[in-house]
């Protein structure tokens, strides 16, 4: 049995809303339609029934800036599709494309998906549930798939905020101890949730949350002026669990000072708005994020703590999820780590499509002391990419799209970072921490890299500027690269300064 939802539209069939707010003098520059509901680009069949196809916009350049007042250019974006459908058998696709294109790949590339061109249709078969994404010769425009199992959500029924197939505008959901909240896999819930101490949560159902409709209107990403497509702050025990979140004004899933937080299968796409990171923990203890898809115009996943709670961040777990990075890092411990100690942090079993700054990443920022780290089992892609860049002045123009460059594929560094300072009512005051923090005790295990040619030599930099204390005890047990085990670093470009006991061990 297939399951493929199909939206209820409004208005003229296509287009559902323009992202306007009473703040609309910051969003110049963005008068095209944000929210889009259908993509004309793709046709897809599923097992020869035909399946409807979502709008997702996304970053066409890693073009980044700090919040400058206004949204960012329409230009810098382009046109992307997905599909969530939910099956308990093989399901067999065909995909047609109005994008002229010679060859067709589908990532993660450690399921060893054959496609197969058939009448101008791109056929291939998935076995099991999962995210996968259909490139049609490189990485622009693509096909995001989401799998998923069957399920039956019997809580439905009993949900404080229950969200029926079609159109919805709560704008913010605030959250109260043990709520419910419901989407169905055909609901479009135009807002954000929020949460300020609740407990005992649940989100769930399979739809859309879509952040299109708020404009984002302070630099700041640590106060809820901008809330994202999901905000909470000094909440326990919340699930989230098979929802999509699209369009976020900001960080698109963000947590502050919490607890036992239970994050599964979740996908995060369509995001192109400045400093629109994937999932941000910050300052929270026994979280874990599982089964889920992530692409995000900036870090995907980022272990943060911040001056405003004193919490250590601790039992954090990232677990079989397929990344995406458009922009900055992808499994990245930091930058901001004004806390005292970070321990029992995990990113397992995961595929990393594509890569920017840097793939498995502590960026010790701060202060902290970074210890007890572990990267397992984790599928690296590396190819070259765009050159991503900062744009500084409102007229700039990206200029790299025809150079290239390939990602660190292990980045460990305290350089100092400004961290913002929550005093200022806007959040603009910037202050460096007086002393550089330490990380020791990180272990890569079962790192596979995948690279796209032999002439790629993976990056590896472990490097303090704090002269007085090396960092110490890094292990890499069974790195591989594409497929072969190496016990020495030789195909490897590697800096490593004031940092002690490097092991690599083979088989």
Same mark, same amino acid.
């Given at each position: 049995?297939?399951?493929?939802?199909?939206?209820?539209?409004?208005?003229?069939?296509?287009?559902?809303?323009?992202?306007?707010?009473?703040?609309?003098?910051?969003?110049?520059? !963005?008068?095209?339609?944000?929210?889009?509901?259908?993509?004309?680009?793709?046709?897809?069949?599923?097992?020869?029934?035909?399946?409807?196809?979502?709008?997702?916009?996304?970053?066409?350049?890693?073009?980044?800036? $700090?919040? $400058?007042?206004? %949204?960012?250019?329409?230009? %810098?974006?382009?046109?992307?599709?997905?599909?969530?459908?939910?099956?308990?058998?093989?399901?067999?696709?065909?995909?047609?494309?109005?994008? !002229?294109?010679?060859?067709?790949?589908?990532?993660?590339?450690?399921?060893?998906?054959?496609?197969?061109?058939?009448?101008?249709?791109?056929?291939?078969?998935?076995?099991?549930?999962?995210?996968?994404?259909?490139?049609?010769?490189?990485? *622009?425009?693509?096909?995001?798939?989401?799998?998923?199992?069957?399920?039956?959500?019997?809580?439905?029924?009993?949900?404080?905020?229950?969200?029926?197939?079609?159109?919805?505008? $709560?704008?913010? @959901?605030?959250?109260?101890?043990?709520?419910?909240?419901? @989407?169905?896999?055909?609901?479009?819930?135009?807002?954000?949730?929020?949460?300020?101490?609740?407990?005992? #949560?649940?989100?769930?159902?399979?739809?859309?949350? /879509?952040?299109?409709?708020?404009?984002?209107? !302070?630099?700041?990403?640590?106060?809820? *002026?901008?809330?994202?497509?999901?905000?909470?702050?000094?909440?326990?025990?919340?699930?989230?669990?098979?929802?999509?979140?699209?369009?976020?004004?900001?960080?698109?899933?963000?947590?502050?000072?919490?607890?036992?937080?239970?994050?599964?299968?979740?996908?995060?796409?369509? %995001?192109?708005?400045?400093?629109?990171?994937?999932? =941000?923990?910050?300052?929270?203890?026994?979280?874990?994020?599982?089964?889920?898809?992530?692409?995000?115009?900036?870090?995907?996943?980022?272990?943060?703590?911040?001056?405003?709670?004193?919490?250590?961040?601790?039992?954090?777990?990232?677990?079989?999820?397929?990344?995406?990075?458009?922009?900055?890092?992808?499994?990245? #411990?930091?930058?901001?780590?004004?806390?005292?100690?970070?321990?029992?942090?995990?990113?397992?079993?995961?595929? @990393?499509?594509?890569?920017?700054?840097?793939?498995?990443?502590?960026?010790?920022?701060?202060?902290?002391?970074?210890?007890?780290?572990?990267?397992?089992?984790?599928?690296?892609?590396?190819?070259?990419?765009?050159?991503?860049?900062?744009?500084?002045?409102?007229?700039?123009?990206?200029?790299?799209?025809?150079?290239?460059?390939?990602?660190?594929?292990?980045?460990?560094?305290? /350089? $100092?970072?400004?961290?913002?300072?929550?005093?200022?009512?806007?959040?603009?005051?910037?202050?460096?921490? =007086?002393?550089?923090?330490? #990380? *020791?005790?990180?272990?890569?295990?079962?790192?596979?890299?995948?690279?796209?040619?032999?002439? @790629?030599?993976?990056?590896?930099?472990?490097?303090?500027?704090?002269?007085?204390?090396?960092?110490?005890?890094?292990?890499?047990?069974?790195?591989?690269?594409?497929?072969?085990?190496?016990?020495?670093? /030789?195909?490897?470009?590697?800096?490593?300064?004031?940092?002690?006991?490097?092991?690599? !061990?083979?088989?």
């Amino acid at each position: 049995m297939i399951k493929t939802p199909k939206l209820k539209l409004r208005n003229d069939g296509k287009r559902v809303c323009l992202a306007r707010t009473e703040y609309g003098q910051y969003a110049k520059g !963005t008068d095209e339609i944000i929210f889009k509901a259908l993509n004309e680009n793709f046709e897809v069949a599923l097992n020869g029934e035909s399946c409807e196809v979502r709008e997702c916009r996304v970053s066409a350049v890693p073009f980044n800036r $700090p919040w $400058p007042g206004k %949204q960012r250019q329409f230009e %810098q974006t382009e046109s992307a599709g997905f599909i969530s459908f939910a099956a308990d058998e093989t399901v067999t696709l065909s995909v047609k494309s109005k994008k !002229t294109f010679e060859k067709a790949l589908v990532r993660p590339k450690s399921k060893k998906i054959k496609t197969e061109i058939k009448d101008e249709a791109v056929v291939f078969t998935l076995k099991e549930p999962g995210s996968y994404v259909l490139e049609l010769d490189d990485s *622009h425009n693509v096909l995001h798939i989401f799998f998923n199992p069957i399920k039956e959500y019997k809580e439905a029924e009993q949900a404080t905020h229950y969200f029926g197939p079609g159109m919805h505008f $709560p704008g913010i @959901i605030s959250l109260r101890d043990n709520d419910r909240v419901y @989407i169905d896999p055909e609901a479009v819930v135009f807002g954000s949730i929020h949460s300020r101490g609740a407990k005992n #949560v649940k989100i769930f159902g399979g739809g859309v949350i /879509d952040n299109s409709c708020e404009e984002r209107i !302070t630099e700041n990403a640590y106060e809820d *002026h901008t809330k994202g497509c999901f905000r909470i702050y000094n909440s326990e025990n919340i699930e989230v669990s098979d929802i999509i979140l699209t369009n976020s004004s900001t960080w698109v899933l963000s947590m502050f000072n919490c607890s036992n937080i239970k994050i599964d299968n979740v996908k995060i796409v369509g %995001q192109w708005r400045y400093n629109a990171d994937g999932i =941000d923990v910050v300052n929270s203890d026994h979280v874990t994020i599982t089964n889920s898809f992530i692409r995000a115009f900036d870090d995907v996943i980022s272990i943060k703590a911040i001056y405003d709670h004193n919490k250590p961040v601790e039992n954090i777990v990232v677990d079989n999820c397929v990344l995406w990075c458009d922009w900055g890092k992808t499994c990245e #411990v930091g930058v901001e780590t004004a806390g005292k100690e970070y321990k029992n942090i995990v990113f397992k079993n995961c595929d @990393i499509l594509h890569n920017m700054l840097a793939a498995l990443c502590v960026s010790n920022g701060y202060y902290a002391e970074i210890h007890d780290v572990l990267f397992e089992n984790i599928n690296v892609e590396l190819q070259e990419e765009m050159v991503f860049d900062f744009q500084r002045e409102e007229n700039q123009v990206y200029e790299w799209s025809h150079k290239k460059r390939v990602p660190y594929l292990v980045l460990v560094r305290n /350089d $100092p970072y400004e961290l913002r300072v929550i005093e200022s009512e806007d959040g603009s005051i910037r202050k460096a921490a =007086d002393e550089l923090g330490d #990380v *020791h005790d990180v272990v890569y295990k079962n790192i596979n890299v995948i690279t796209e040619n032999e002439g @790629i030599k993976p990056c590896i930099i472990i490097t303090s500027k704090n002269p007085e204390k090396n960092f110490n005890n890094f292990t890499f047990e069974n790195l591989c690269l594409n497929g072969v085990k190496v016990d020495n670093f /030789d195909s490897f470009d590697t800096i490593f300064s004031n940092v002690d006991n490097i092991i690599i !061990t083979g088989c």
